[in-house]
């Protein structure tokens, strides 16, 4: 079971497949591009990147959980 979690979260396609955050990802970019202080563009894209780390690993934790959750549900039944 372990392993199947494993495997299910760390396959990103909910994330790397998403029409509408690949968009959003792609907006944010070209409006870094615009950024003329490479200095200060490469801190933004930096502290972007960390804070879309933060909000990956949250939801992997709550897949997860909720994987977890099912599964001892499921077996109750």
């Known amino acids: 079971m372990i392993k ?3 495997r299910n979260i760390d396959n990103k ?3 790397e497949k998403n029409k509408i955050y690949l968009k959003e990802l792609q ?3 070209d409006k870094a591009d615009n950024i003329e202080d490479s200095n200060l563009k ?3 894209i930096g ?3 960390k804070c879309d780390d933060i909000l990956t690993k ?3 934790s709550r897949f997860e959980e909720f994987y977890k ?6 077996k109750k039944e």
Do not use: H, R, T, V
Request: glycine share 4%.
């Open 4 to 6: 199947n979690i494993k």
């Open 13 to 15: 396609d909910w994330k």
């Open 27 to 29: 907006n944010f970019f």
């Open 42 to 44: 490469q801190k933004i």
């Open 47 to 49: 502290q972007m990147l």
């Open 58 to 60: 949250i939801a992997e």
């Open 69 to 74: 959750l099912g599964y001892k549900n499921a």
